[in-house]
């Protein structure tokens, strides 16, 4: 049984850092895809970052050039490094994993609050 567990969110100021980290369990191998999406208040999920199972990422507009996403195969954790947070980054963070075993098999995470506040 899959589960992903997301820590690190918080209130943070403009102009500030913080670090989401995202663990996997029951994986059989880490031959699988993690992705980061947030949902802002009265907003749909935004799908905001992702790395493959060899480390290659892709990231949203919006958030290019200010996070970082990674991961520790060793440790079956993802991370994602946020920098220089505005207000509107305001939302719950959730991470996102799927991996295919005869068809695509999406597990997440229960989420993680980051507000963006003076």
């Known amino acids: 049984q899959v589960q992903l567990v997301e820590s690190g969110g918080g209130l943070v100021q403009p102009g500030g850092s913080l670090r989401l980290s995202c663990v996997a369990s029951?994986?059989?191998?880490?031959?699988?895809?993690i992705q980061w999406y947030r949902q802002a208040p009265g907003k749909v999920r935004e799908w905001i970052a992702i790395?493959?199972?060899?480390?290659?990422?892709n990231y949203a507009d919006s958030i290019k050039g200010r996070f970082v996403i990674s991961r520790d195969n060793r440790k079956n954790t993802a991370y994602l490094q946020m920098n220089s947070l505005k207000p509107e980054d305001t939302a719950v963070y959730y991470c996102?994993?799927?991996?295919?075993?005869?068809?695509?098999?999406?597990?997440w995470g229960q989420g993680t609050q980051v507000t963006v506040s003076s």
């Open positions: 996102n994993a799927y991996n295919y075993v005869g068809s695509r098999n999406d597990y």
């Open positions: 029951g994986f059989t191998n880490s031959d699988y895809v």
């Open positions: 790395i493959s199972s060899g480390g290659g990422t």
